[in-house]
């Protein structure tokens, strides 16, 4: 697709993606766009389902707009979106985050558990880089949905955020040396050292 070798050799900050792509599925597109740009991807579309919605989030999707939109809204959520690039481009400190066997390039957006590259998509990087500079301590449902989307969110967007903290943990795994995402209910995360430091 056209779409994406221009994505890879320029490297866009935001991408705005229609779902309803003729031959394409949309959701893989949005997998292609993070793994060869880190960039925002903002989902426009006509289809209102959740199930939907959660699925391309999940995918990597930092916004979802239904049709129609006016270019008002459409302009205020590239703004939100550029404030959170900005914000991460301006972390120039610890670029580098250890904890046990955990190290994250952050410059390079790669989390190494135990030596390897594990698969951790741009979202979910954001979180565990959060967590991994809070480590010990409680990290609110609201602070981590701000990272993620540069905005105060309603509860219902909780699912996609207990969604990316399971992937996060599957990708962890577990080891002697392993952190561990703790849940502490009605709250939030806290990311716990090995020994619990």
């Known amino acids: 697709m056209r779409a994406l070798e221009l994505a890879e050799l320029i490297r866009p ?3 705005i993606l229609d779902l309803r792509l003729p031959d394409v599925d949309a959701g893989e597109i949005c997998r ?4 060869v740009s880190n960039c925002s991807v903002i989902v426009v579309t006509g289809d209102a389902l959740e199930a939907r919605m ?3 989030l999940d995918r990597g999707a930092d916004d979802y707009v239904l049709k129609p ?4 809204v459409l302009m205020a959520r590239i703004r939100v979106a ?6 991460t481009a301006a972390l120039v ?3 580098l ?3 046990g066997d955990l190290r994250l390039d952050v410059a390079a957006y790669q989390a190494i558990v135990d030596g390897e590259i594990v698969d951790v998509l741009p979202r979910q990087f954001d979180l565990l880089t959060a967590l991994v500079r809070n480590v010990g301590k409680v990290m609110t449902y609201s602070a981590l949905i701000r990272i993620v989307r540069g905005v105060d969110s309603p509860d219902d967007h909780l699912f996609p955020l207990r969604t990316s903290i399971s992937k996060i943990r599957k990708s962890l795994g577990v080891g002697p040396e392993r952190p561990v995402i703790l849940t502490e209910h009605s709250i939030g995360y806290r990311l716990v050292a090995p020994g619990g430091g």
């Open 13 to 15: 900050d935001i991408v």
């Open 32 to 35: 292609k766009f993070l793994t």
């Open 54 to 56: 959660v699925e391309i």
């Open 69 to 72: 939109v006016s270019i008002d």
């Open 82 to 87: 550029m404030r959170r690039l900005t914000a």
């Open 93 to 95: 400190e610890d670029q």
């Open 97 to 99: 985050l250890e904890c």
